[in-house]
């Protein structure tokens, strides 16, 4: 099974809307990423969190890690077409990062 | 350059051919890391490399499987005697610091490898 679970899989938000992305880990987390990754790019790196109830925030994103839950979520406020897009989660291993699935984002003008 | 850069960004192959991705990262990074993306399948790590060493190679798939690095930098992924389910997008990413010391990872934009 997924070491780390993504929820939802797929999310489609009229523009404006607020919305949350989850990402949940069956181990501990020591540090937990967000990245965006555009159609056909690159992965983007958002922000880390490392500290149970670390908050980040980076203009309409904000994320949140909750250590005791092995949670992290990531929420974005007044949603833009920019926002569209796959986000993944991901973890902290040993010296590398093990991924979520994703989130694909799409946004409704 | 910049970032990380990655050739071919595309690559179209008959099965059974071999062939090889490169990756040149961020000049300085001492961390090199190869994922495989697949459709449906999210982003599986494959290999990793400290300098010119790969401490963790548990995420080859198969020993068609093999990458080196060489001077610290450059860093190749072979794949020989291709097969169909070899087609995904391999990314290559590098950084400064481990990911315990909060490093982030710098990715490329990936080579598309499509096998026939």
């Known amino acids: 099974s997924q070491e780390l679970e993504q929820s939802p899989q797929s999310l489609i938000v009229q523009e404006g809307k607020n919305l949350t992305i989850n990402c949940t880990s069956s181990k501990t987390l020591y540090g937990l990423y967000w990245y965006k990754q555009k159609y056909g790019e690159g992965l983007i790196f958002l922000m880390m969190l490392q500290k149970g109830g670390e908050e980040k925030s980076h203009e309409k994103i904000t994320a949140k890690l909750d250590e005791k839950k092995q949670q992290s979520s990531l929420h974005i406020t007044a949603s833009q077409p920019s926002h569209a897009g796959i986000y993944l989660c991901?973890?902290?291993?040993?010296?590398?990062?093990?991924f979520g699935k994703g989130t694909r984002l799409h946004i409704l003008p | 350059g910049a970032g990380v850069s990655q050739s071919p960004s595309n690559k179209v192959t008959e099965k059974g051919k071999d062939v090889e991705l490169r990756c040149d990262p961020i000049?300085?990074?001492?961390?090199l890391y190869w994922y495989r993306q697949s459709l449906g399948q999210g982003l599986e790590f494959l290999i990793y490399?400290?300098?010119?060493?790969?401490?963790?190679k548990s995420g080859l798939p198969s020993d068609r499987f093999s990458a080196e690095r060489t001077g610290g930098s450059v860093s190749t992924l072979t794949i020989q005697r291709t097969q169909q389910e070899d087609s995904a997008v391999y990314l290559c990413a590098s950084s400064l610091l481990r990911p315990f010391s909060g490093g982030e990872l710098f990715f490329g934009e990936g080579s598309r490898l499509t096998v026939l």
């Open positions: 490399f400290q300098g010119n060493s790969a401490p963790d």
């Open positions: 991901g973890a902290g291993r040993d010296d590398k990062i093990i």
């Open positions: 000049s300085g990074h001492t961390a």
